[in-house]
């Protein structure tokens, strides 16, 4: 097995209001893959897919169910500076996502805050300078 | 913002446990930016933490409480061949992960199982036929 993700696919409640959020609300551009019933985002050199969660549960033959408050997992976009942070915290904000965490100094010495997007999916948003990333957005630890 | 995706954390209940389980089972490299608190994996060019569940949950000011049976999402891994998803689930499975549903194929051409690893996070193993893997790993979309 080599070491890589190839694609984190979202369970949603509706696919259609996901597509909005990150097409219209976050302005990424959506592959001409998708279709009606499932979303694919090329992120970097792995992909995002929106797909209805009840689905989701039954392709994986496991109980599916509402989902929890808490998920048990969350997306991080680590941003260039604090001045991003706060910029795209904003944006998720307008584009209809809440602001589950205000940014604040962590005790890790970064500055992170989180927003919600439609089904309560978690994503971090942080400015960490222990970590770099590159200038084509790719994430490098030591 | 960005089109990008720097970090998936996965709240595992037992650091060590799922450590063990990424390091030794499936053979990935830890980076040394690791501690006994937090795992970080490399994946291309983003990365996988592992870090305590109720410790996520408060870092994100959100409701904790026991993993549910299904999570609303899932990871994959998509493979090179129909080979090699037989052959990564059988690691995984000998490495302590459950086989949650065994390698089929699947309505949309392809062929796919799952794995469930230790805090039972489902992990896809997929091989794709309409999916490019590159030389390097990563996946490109249409």
Sequence with gaps: MEQRLSIVTLGVADVARSRAFYEGGLGWRVSPASNARIVFIQLGGMALAL????ALSEDAHVEGGDAPAFRGFTLAY???????????LA???????????????????GYSGYFA??????????????????PDGRLTLP
């Design 51 to 54: 797909y209805p969660s009840a």
């Design 78 to 88: 680590n941003a260039r500076g604090e001045a991003e942070v706060d910029a795209v």
């Design 91 to 109: 944006q998720a904000v307008a584009a209809g996502a809440r602001l589950a965490k205000p940014a604040a100094r962590a005790f890790w010495g």
């Design 117 to 134: 997007d439609p089904d309560g999916i978690l994503w971090e948003v942080a400015h960490n300078p222990f970590v770099t990333i590159e």
